[in-house]
């Protein structure tokens, strides 16, 4: 079945560094999303992405949606101790299905 | 906006007992409701997936007599545990998607754990 994976799991940064996130799907993606849950909260959406190749920006993240629909990136410039929390990737597959999550990477950001 | 909420935040029960959780969009429609499982430092396992009036399809895995769920409108769906055992103690969180918006655009709840002693 379709798989959909992040890398790295967790991810400790000094405050203003750089943070990046990867998730790979085994299968072509529909769509992709992020989420961000902050710790002991709910999942917030972030962003979608549709297109192949497709770059967002929300300030100082950027999203992008890899060229054969199969990978994704978040990326954080300047980290934040606001920043801190787990983000997930979730995919749906071009032959339809379920919406599956990616295990999520934990940032957390030492001031 | 789109808030979803859920009620309750926590709950604690004896094993045997059966626990309702609602989950409500309060200022739009949800043409779909989701629930989710959620244990600690690990991603979402979607158990089941309900539309206004109709069946829940439940995901493989997840018995559908002992997660009971009832969508019985536009604002609102339950899920019931029946007979909770300590394993069923978990974050189970709701989500919902908003027409207009795309499908997969969720909107989650702020979550309900369950501990069952």
């Known amino acids: 079945g379709q798989q959909v994976m992040q890398i790295p799991q967790y991810q400790h940064v000094q405050e203003g560094e750089d943070f990046t996130t990867y998730c790979n799907s085994s299968?072509?993606?529909?769509?992709i999303q992020w989420y961000k849950q902050r710790p002991g909260g709910h999942p917030v959406f972030l962003i979608q992405?549709?297109?192949?190749?497709e770059v967002k920006k929300q300030k100082r993240l950027t999203f992008q949606f890899g060229e054969a629909k199969k990978n994704s990136s978040l990326h954080i410039t300047a980290t934040q101790t606001t920043d801190v929390g787990t983000y997930f990737c979730?995919?749906?597959?071009?032959?339809?299905?379920?919406?599956?999550f990616g295990q999520g990477t934990e940032l957390s950001v030492k001031p | 906006g789109a808030v979803v909420s859920q009620h309750p935040s926590r709950v604690i029960c004896k094993s045997g007992t059966s626990v309702k959780i609602e989950c409500r969009s309060l200022?739009?429609?949800?043409?779909?409701m989701f629930w989710y499982r959620q244990f600690p430092k690990k991603s979402l396992m979607l158990m089941a997936t309900?539309?206004?009036?109709?069946?829940?399809?439940?995901e493989q895995g997840v018995e559908k007599d002992k997660f009971l769920i009832n969508h019985a409108s536009l604002t609102l769906s339950t899920l019931t545990v029946t007979s909770a055992h300590p394993e069923d103690s978990s974050f189970y969180i709701c989500?919902?998607?908003?027409?207009?918006?795309?499908?997969?655009?969720?909107?989650f709840g702020p979550g309900t754990r369950l501990t069952v002693l």
């Open positions: 200022d739009f429609q949800a043409t779909t």
């Open positions: 299968t072509t993606l529909s769509n």
């Open positions: 992405l549709v297109k192949s190749g």
């Open positions: 979730a995919g749906r597959g071009n032959q339809g299905g379920k919406l599956i």
């Open positions: 989500s919902a998607s908003k027409a207009g918006v795309s499908p997969d655009t969720q909107y």
């Open positions: 309900s539309n206004e009036g109709s069946k829940a399809t439940y």
